[in-house]
C-alpha cells in the first residue's frame, strides 16, 4: 500500500490546528504574550512573549504530522505529506487568531477581560493592523506549522544538530542574569556587554556565533557522548564506583567554588533552588517511594520555619507580651540557631507523627485531602489571633537571627553564605535519602507503593513503615524551613500557602518520583527558571503566570510521562529487555531446555 | 539459611502504640468538643452567651451556606460513585458557574433587569441557565481532556491530574478576568427583607428554596429517567453495565455533566450570597463541599446534601458554641479550621460517613 | 504436632456465605491439597488464614495460638507465608529486590544501621542477599544471574509464578500457602513445578498448603486432599478416595448430572 504525497488527514490536522490557534488565543488573553514581550531572547527578532506564542502552531505542525504507525501496517514515506499536514494545521491554527483579531477589533471586552485591547492586537497582528495582521497570522501559521512537521523529514542528524543549536542559544539567552552575573565578577564585563544588548536579550550577531560555535561543536563531538557512556558501561563495578566518586567530588567541588564566582542575585537564586530541593527530596521519600500522596506538605516546612523562629528570636512576639505562653514559657532562653536546630527537627518530627497516625490508614485518596486540611488547619493557626501572642498571627515572627556558625552569621544579606548552608544539608538530605532508600526500610517503602496489602502479607508492617516515610519527610522539610527563617528573618503564615505544597509535588512528579537526581534536576529546572511560589527564577517575567505553567505542567506529565521527564535511567535500559533474552541465555546455559529435562524426570 | 527445619527467627514490631495514639486522639477531640459544650452551657446559663436571635441567625446563615456546600457535594460525590477518585477540580466547575453569574448578572443589571419582582425572577433565570450551561461545559472539557485518558490508571494518577486542572483553572481565570475580586450588583430591596417568623433574609430563603428544587430535579433524573438508572448501573458496576448494553462513556459524561450543573447553580447562589466571586472562590467551598460528602457517605447523593447542611450548621455554630467559650479568641477566624477539622474528625470516627457509602465493589477499600 | 487448626470458621459477604463452619488442620510436614470448583471459597479460605479477610466467628490456630485479629504482617512474622493466585508482584522492584524485601520480618535494621552503615547492617544485608539468591536458586538458573537486577514486570509467566514462591519462601515460613501455583503453566512447566513443591518439604521443611486445579499436580503431591464446595467440606483424605467420592463428582458435574 503506497500512498501518494498529499494524501494526509486532513480533518485530524485542521482539529490539531483549531485547538492550537484557541491555545494561542488563551494564552493571550491570560496575558501571556504581552506579559513576556517585555523579556528580549534574541535582541531584535525574538522576545520570550513571541517565542511562546510561536511555539503553539510549531508544535502544532509537529504533531500533526506524527502520525501513529499502527503495527504491521507499513510506515508512511516522509515527505512533503508531512509539510503538508503541518502547514494545514498551522493554517487552521493562524485562522482561529485571525478570527480572533476581528472580534478584538470589533468588541470591547476590556470591562472583563484586562488583557483585552490594543496591546493584544499589536502582538497578534504584529503591529499592522488587523487587515494584515490577518494575512500574517495565516501566513506565520501555516509556515511554522510546515516547519513542524518537517521535523519529520529531517535525519536524525539533523535533528540533533538543530536541537542542539536550539537548546544552547536558549540556555544563553535564559541564563544572562547568571553568565553576566559571572562574567562581570571575573573580569570580563565587557564580553557581557557585547553579548547581551542593552535592553536584555543576546544581540543578535553574538547569537549567530553562537549558532556557529555550537554547530562545529555538536559535529565535532558527535558520537562521543554515546562513546563515553559505553566505556562507562563497560566498566566492571569497582571502576564505577571509584569513577562516581571522582564525579562526586567534582559536583562537591563546583558547588563550592562556583558561587564564588557569582554574584548576589544569582547566588540568592542557587540558595532558594538549594530550599526547595530539600522539599522535593522529602517529599520525594514520601510521594516518590512510599506512594503516601501527602498535599499539605507544606505544613512541616511552616512548623520548622516558626519553631526555629520562636526559638532563635530574642524579640519574639511572647517574649514581649505578658502573657500565658510568657509565663509557661519564659524560662527558654534565646538558642542559637544550631543549637536550636536539633530541637526544631524532633519537634518537626512529632509534628509530623501527629499528622500521619491518624492519617496513616485511611485510603490514598482521602489521605490526601486531609493531609491538604491538616496543613490549612496549622497556617490557619499561625494566622489566628488566639496564638497570636506566641506566633505573632498575620504579623508573623520578625528579626530572626541568622546563623551564627563561629567566624561570621549567616543570614539573608549574604546570600552566598546561605547557599553554602543551604549546600550543605542538600547533602545531607542526599545522603539521607539515599542510604535509607537503598535499606531494609527503601525496599519495604517501594514494595507499599507497589501494592500494599500484599506488601503487608509479605510481613511488612505498612503502618509504621509509611509513619516512618511520614516522618522522614517532615524532618528533610524542617532542615528548610529551619534555614528559611533563618535566611528570610521573618515568617508569615502567607509564606506557607498551600500553592507550595503543589509547587513541590510538580517538582518531585517532573524530576520522576522516586528518583534522587531527577529531583534535583527538577528543583533546579523549575524553580531556577520559572522561580518558586514567591521567589523570582531566572525569567522573572513569569511570575504572573508561574502558577498557570505549573498547573498544565502537572495535568501534561500525568498524562503524558507520569514517570517523570527523566526517568530512571537503569529502569529504561530494562524495560527495553525482553523475555526472549533470557531464553537465549538459559539455552545458552545449559544446553536442552530445562523443560525437557523436567519432562525425562517426571 | 539452611534448608531443613528452620524456626522463623527473631520478630520485631508491633503497631499497638499507633493504635494507642489513635484512641487517645479521639478521646482528646471528644474531651475538648465536650468542655467546650459544657462550657457553652454554662455561659448560657449564667446569662452572658447568645442571644436567641443570635442562635437564629448562626442556623439560618449555616443552613443557607450548608446548602450550597451540599450541591457541591453532589458533584463529588456522583463522581466518586462511578469512577472511584476525587474530582480535586469541582471546585473551580463551581467558580466557573459563579464567575459566570457575575457576568451575566452585571450585563443584566446594566440593562435594567435587576430590580422590580417579575423582570429580577427571569434575570436571575437567565443568570442560573447560563451559569449551569458554563459550568456544565468545564466539566465537560475536564473530562474529556484530562480524566478520560486515564480511566484505567490507579486512583492517585487522576487525583493528581485533579490537583493540576485545579491550579491550573484558577491561575487561568486569574489572568483572565484579572486578581481583584468581582462584586455582583445588589439584588431588589424586596430581596434583603425579612420574611416569615423567623425573620429569615429573602437572599437566604431564595438559596434554600433554589438549592432544595435543584435537589428534587436531581432525585427525579437519578430515581425516574432511564439516564439515571443507568448511571447507577454503570456506580455499581461499569463492565456488567457495559454487557447491559449500557454506554458507559455516555454515562460518565452524564454523571460529570449533572454535578457540573449543580457546581453551577450553587456557584450562582454564593454569587447572591455573598455578592463577591473571585478566581479563588472555588477552593474553600470545594474541599468543603467535599468533607459534606464524606460526612454524608460518599456516592451518596442523599447524603451528601445532608452532610452539606450538617457542616454548614457545625461550621457557623462550632465556634461560637465550643471555641469561644473555651476562651479563644477571635473564633471567627477559625471558622475554615473548624471545617477541616470536622473533615478529620469524620475520617478518624466514621469513615464511612453518617449515612454510609455507596461504591462500586473495586472502590471500598 | 497440628501445625494449623481450624475451628467452624465461618465468614460472609453481604448475602453470600463464603465459608460455612469450616474445620480444617494441617499436622507438620503434611502436604494438603484443597481443590473445589471455581467459587468454592478456597482462595477466601487462604485469606482468612493470611489476615486478609478476619472471620465472622470461629477459631484459627496456628502453633496452638490464636492468630484471629492479628494483622497480615503479624501472621506473617509467626510462620506463614502465601503466593497470590492472581500473581501479585512487586513489578517495578527488581527481583532480587521482591525476594530480599520479603524478609523484612526477619530483620531489624531501621535508621542507624542504614544511615552509617554499621557492621551489623552490613551483616544483615548479606545475609538476605545470601538468603535471597538461595531461594530464587531453588529455580534453577533462570531467576539468578544477570537477572537479578531486573524489574519483576520483564518476567514470564511461569517465572512470576516461581518467584512469587521464592517471595513467600524468603520470608522463612512454617507452614507455606500456594494459590494454583501451576494456572496458567504448561505441562512441563507444570511437571517440573510438582518435583519442586516436593523439594520444598523434604529439602526446606515447609509444611504446605496447595490450591489447584491441576489434578495430575494434586494427585502427585498431596498426602492429603480437601475438597470444598459452597465454602463446606464435602469430602476428604488420600487423592484416590476424593476423587471417587460420589459428593465430588457432583459438586464438579453440577447437581443435573447427579439427578439423572
Ligand atoms: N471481598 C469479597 N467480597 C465479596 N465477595 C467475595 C469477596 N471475596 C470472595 N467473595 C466471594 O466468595 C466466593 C468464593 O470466592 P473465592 O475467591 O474464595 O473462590 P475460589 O474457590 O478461590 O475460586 P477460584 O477457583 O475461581 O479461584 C465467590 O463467590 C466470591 O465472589
Ligand atoms: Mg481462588
Known amino acids: 500500500m503506497s500512498r501518494s504525497a498529499t494524501d494526509i488527514d486532513a480533518k485530524r490536522s485542521t482539529y490539531i490546528g483549531l485547538i492550537a490557534g484557541s491555545t494561542v488565543v488563551f494564552m493571550g488573553l491570560v496575558g501571556i504574550g504581552v506579559g513576556l514581550n517585555e523579556r528580549m531572547l534574541i535582541d531584535p527578532i525574538l522576545s520570550l512573549g513571541y517565542l511562546f506564542v510561536l511555539t503553539v502552531p510549531f508544535v502544532a505542525g509537529f504533531v500533526a504530522a506524527n502520525e501513529v504507525v499502527l503495527e504491521g501496517m507499513e510506515e508512511p514515506e516522509k515527505g512533503s505529506r508531512d509539510l503538508l499536514a503541518g502547514g494545514i494545521a498551522g493554517l487552521a491554527g493562524g485562522l482561529v487568531v485571525g478570527l480572533f483579531l476581528v472580534v478584538l477589533n470589533r468588541f470591547d471586552l ?29 501566513v506565520v501559521g501555516a509556515v511554522l506549522g510546515a516547519f513542524g512537521g518537517g521535523i519529520h523529514v529531517l ?27 559571572f562574567l562581570g565578577e571575573i573580569g570580563l564585563k565587557s564580553l557581557a556587554r557585547l553579548l547581551y544588548a542593552s535592553g536584555g536579550g543576546l544581540a543578535f550577531v553574538p547569537a549567530l556565533i553562537v549558532v556557529a560555535i555550537a554547530t562545529a561543536l555538536a559535529l565535532g563531538f558527535k558520537g562521543k557522548g554515546t562513546e563515553l557512556k559505553n566505556q562507562y558501561d563497560a566498566m566492571d563495578e569497582g571502576e564505577q564506583k571509584k569513577y562516581n566518586t571522582y564525579m562526586m567530588f567534582a559536583t562537591i567541588a563546583t558547588a563550592i567554588i562556583l558561587p564564588i564566582f557569582l554574584g548576589k542575585i544569582v547566588n540568592e537564586l542557587l540558595a532558594n533552588i538549594g530550599l526547595f530541593v530539600l522539599l522535593a527530596l522529602g517529599l520525594n521519600i514520601v510521594v516518590g517511594r512510599a506512594g503516601i500522596l501527602d498535599i499539605g506538605y507544606v505544613a512541616f516546612f511552616a512548623v520548622g520555619a516558626y519553631a526555629m523562629a520562636v526559638l ?38 512529632f509534628v509530623g507523627l501527629l499528622i500521619g497516625t491518624p492519617v496513616i490508614r485511611m485510603r490514598g485518596d482521602y489521605l490526601a485531602i486531609v493531609t491538604l486540611g491538616f496543613g490549612e488547619i496549622i497556617r490557619l493557626l499561625f494566622l489566628s489571633d488566639w496564638l497570636s501572642p506566641t506566633l505573632g498571627g498575620s504579623q508573623g515572627i520578625r528579626n530572626i537571627p541568622g546563623v551564627d556558625i563561629g567566624i561570621a552569621e549567616v543570614n539573608g544579606t549574604d546570600p552566598r553564605a546561605v547557599f553554602w548552608l543551604v549546600a550543605v544539608f542538600v547533602a545531607l538530605a542526599i545522603y539521607i535519602s539515599h542510604q535509607l532508600e537503598t535499606s531494609r526500610i527503601g525496599r519495604a517503602w517501594m514494595a507499599i507503593r507497589e501494592d500494599e496489602p500484599v506488601a503487608e502479607a509479605m510481613g511488612i508492617n505498612t503502618v509504621t513503615t509509611k509513619l516512618f516515610a511520614f516522618v522522614t519527610g517532615a524532618v528533610l522539610a524542617s532542615f528548610s524551613g529551619a534555614i528559611f527563617a533563618a535566611k528570610v528573618g521573618s515568617t508569615f503564615p502567607n509564606s506557607f500557602l498551600l500553592l507550595v505544597s503543589i509547587i513541590i509535588l510538580v517538582v518531585v512528579i517532573v524530576g520522576g518520583m522516586g528518583n534522587i537526581p531527577g529531583v534535583i534536576v527538577g528543583a533546579v529546572v523549575l524553580i531556577g527558571i520559572l522561580g518558586g511560589p514567591k521567589q523570582p527564577g531566572l525569567l522573572a517575567e513569569f511570575s504572573e503566570f508561574k502558577l498557570l505553567i505549573y498547573g498544565a505542567l502537572l495535568v501534561f506529565m500525568m498524562l503524558k510521562r507520569p514517570e517523570g521527564l527523566i526517568p530512571n535511567a ?15 541465555w538459559l539455552k545458552g546455559e545449559k544446553p536442552g531446555s530445562d523443560d525437557d529435562e523436567a519432562v525425562a524426570t517426571a | 539459611m539452611t534448608a531443613t527445619q528452620r524456626k522463623p527467627q527473631k520478630v520485631w514490631k508491633t503497631n499497638n502504640w499507633v493504635d494507642l495514639f489513635l484512641t487517645a486522639i479521639r478521646i482528646g ?12 452551657v454554662l455561659e448560657q446559663a449564667g446569662g452572658e452567651g447568645l442571644t436567641g436571635g443570635a442562635i437564629r441567625g448562626l442556623f439560618v446563615t449555616g443552613i443557607s451556606q450548608g446548602a450550597m456546600y451540599g450541591l457541591i457535594a453532589l458533584g463529588y460525590s456522583m463522581v466518586y460513585g462511578v469512577l472511584g477518585f476525587i474530582n480535586f477540580a469541582h471546585g473551580e466547575v463551581f ?40 459550568s456544565t461545559l468545564a466539566t465537560i472539557l475536564i473530562e474529556r481532556v484530562a480524566y478520560r485518558p486515564l480511566r484505567e490508571s490507579p486512583r492517585l494518577i487522576p487525583l493528581i491530574t485533579s490537583i493540576g486542572v485545579s491550579f491550573f483553572m484558577q491561575n487561568a481565570v486569574l ?79 452524564t454523571t460529570f455533566a449533572v454535578g457540573g450543573a449543580m457546581a453551577g447553580v450553587a456557584g450562582v447562589l454564593w454569587g447572591l450570597l455573598f455578592r463577591g466571586v473571585s478566581a479563588l472562590t472555588g477552593f474553600l467551598p470545594g474541599i468543603k463541599a467535599f468533607t459534606a460528602a464524606v460526612i454524608g457517605g460518599v456516592g451518596n447523593l442523599g447524603g451528601s446534601m445532608a452532610g452539606g447542611l450538617l457542616l454548614g450548621l457545625v461550621e457557623s455554630v462550632a465556634p461560637l458554641v465550643i471555641l469561644k467559650p473555651l476562651g479563644i479568641p477571635a473564633v471567627s477566624q477559625l471558622k475554615d479550621a473548624v471545617a477541616f477539622a470536622v473533615l478529620v474528625l469524620i475520617l478518624l470516627f466514621k469513615p464511612t460517613g453518617l449515612f454510609g457509602e455507596r461504591l462500586a465493589a473495586e472502590d471500598r477499600a | 504436632m497440628t501445625l494449623l487448626d481450624i475451628k467452624n470458621v465461618t465468614i460472609s459477604f453481604g448475602g453470600l456465605t463464603a465459608i460455612d463452619d469450616l474445620n480444617f488442620h494441617v499436622e507438620e510436614g503434611e502436604i494438603v491439597s484443597v481443590i473445589g470448583p471455581n467459587g468454592a471459597g478456597k482462595t477466601t479460605f487462604f485469606n482468612l488464614i493470611t489476615g486478609l479477610a478476619s472471620p465472622d466467628h470461629g477459631q484459627i490456630n496456628f502453633e496452638g495460638e490464636s492468630i484471629i485479629g492479628l494483622d497480615p504482617n503479624e501472621i506473617t512474622a509467626r510462620g506463614i507465608g502465601r503466593t497470590f493466585q492472581n500473581v501479585r508482584l512487586f513489578p517495578q522492584m527488581t527481583i532480587l529486590e521482591n525476594v530480599m524485601v520479603a524478609q523484612h520480618c526477619r530483620t531489624s535494621q531501621k535508621i542507624w544501621g542504614p544511615l552509617f552503615r554499621t557492621k551489623a547492617y552490613k551483616e544483615e544485608e548479606a545475609l538476605i542477599r545470601k538468603n535471597a539468591e538461595e531461594v530464587l536458586g531453588f529455580f534453577g538458573p533462570r531467576l539468578i544471574g544477570y537477572r537479578l537486577h531486573q524489574p519483576a514486570f520483564v518476567l514470564s509467566y511461569a517465572n512470576r509464578r516461581r518467584l512469587e514462591i521464592a517471595r513467600a519462601m524468603a520470608t522463612q515460613p ?50 492429603r486432599v480437601v475438597v470444598l464446595d459452597h465454602g463446606v467440606t464435602i469430602a476428604q483424605g488420600s487423592y484416590d478416595h476424593v476423587s471417587t467420592h460420589p459428593d465430588v463428582i457432583e459438586a464438579y458435574l453440577g447437581r443435573s448430572a447427579g439427578d439423572k
Do not use: C
Not at chain 2, 477531640?29 to 457553652?40: D, K, N, P, S, Y
Not at chain 2, 435594567?112 to 441557565?129: N, R, S, T
Open chain 2, 95 to 134: 467558580m466557573a458557574g459563579a464567575m459566570s453569574g457575575w457576568i451575566t448578572s452585571t450585563i443584566l443589571f446594566e440593562n435594567g433587569m435587576w430590580e422590580g419582582e417579575a423582570k429580577f425572577v427571569l434575570a436571575l433565570l437567565i443568570v442560573l441557565v447560563i451559569a449551569v450551561i458554563v
Open chain 1, 570 to 584: 537503569a529502569r529504561t535500559r530494562e524495560l527495553h529487555l525482553e523475555e526472549a533474552l533470557q531464553d537465549a
Open chain 2, 29 to 40: 477531640a471528644m474531651a475538648f468538643i465536650g468542655v467546650g459544650l459544657l462550657a457553652f
Open chain 1, 312 to 349: 532563635t528570636t530574642p524579640e519574639a512576639p511572647w517574649r514581649l507580651n505578658d502573657t500565658f505562653a510568657n509565663t509557661a514559657f519564659s524560662w527558654l532562653p534565646v538558642l542559637p540557631w544550631l543549637v536550636a536546630l536539633p530541637i526544631v527537627v524532633v519537634l518537626t518530627g
Open chain 1, 155 to 181: 535525519k536524525p542528524e539533523a535533528k540533533r544538530l538543530l536541537t542542539i543549536v536550539g537548546v544552547s542559544v536558549l540556555t544563553l539567552a535564559i541564563l544572562e542574569a547568571v553568565v553576566d552575573d
Open chain 1, 110 to 138: 476590556s470591562e472583563w477581560m484586562p488583557r483585552w485591547g490594543d496591546q493584544l492586537l499589536d502582538l497578534f497582528s504584529f503591529r499592522q493592523g488587523v487587515g494584515l495582521g490577518i494575512v500574517i497570522s495565516l
Open chain 2, 175 to 253: 489572568g483572565l478576568f484579572g486578581p481583584a475580586s468581582k462584586t455582583l450588583p445588589a439584588p431588589p430591596p424586596w430581596m434583603s427583607a425579612e420574611y416569615t417568623f423567623l425573620r429569615i433574609e429573602g437572599t437566604k430563603i431564595l438559596v434554600l428554596v433554589i438549592a432544595a428544587v435543584s435537589m428534587a430535579g436531581l432525585w427525579v433524573f437519578v430515581e425516574r429517567t432511564k439516564t439515571g438508572k443507568a448511571m447507577r448501573a454503570v456506580a455499581e458496576d461499569k463492565e456488567i453495565a457495559a454487557l447491559m448494553g449500557i454506554d458507559v462513556n455516555r454515562t460518565i459524561v
Open chain 3, 174 to 223: 512454617r507452614l507455606l500457602m500456594l494459590d494454583e501455583p501451576v494456572a496458567g503453566m504448561n505441562p512441563m512447566e507444570t511437571a517440573e513445578l510438582t518435583q519442586l513443591i516436593g523439594k520444598l518439604r523434604s529439602e526446606w521443611g515447609f509444611t504446605i498448603v496447595i490450591i489447584e486445579h491441576d489434578m495430575r499436580l494434586v494427585r502427585d503431591v498431596s498426602d
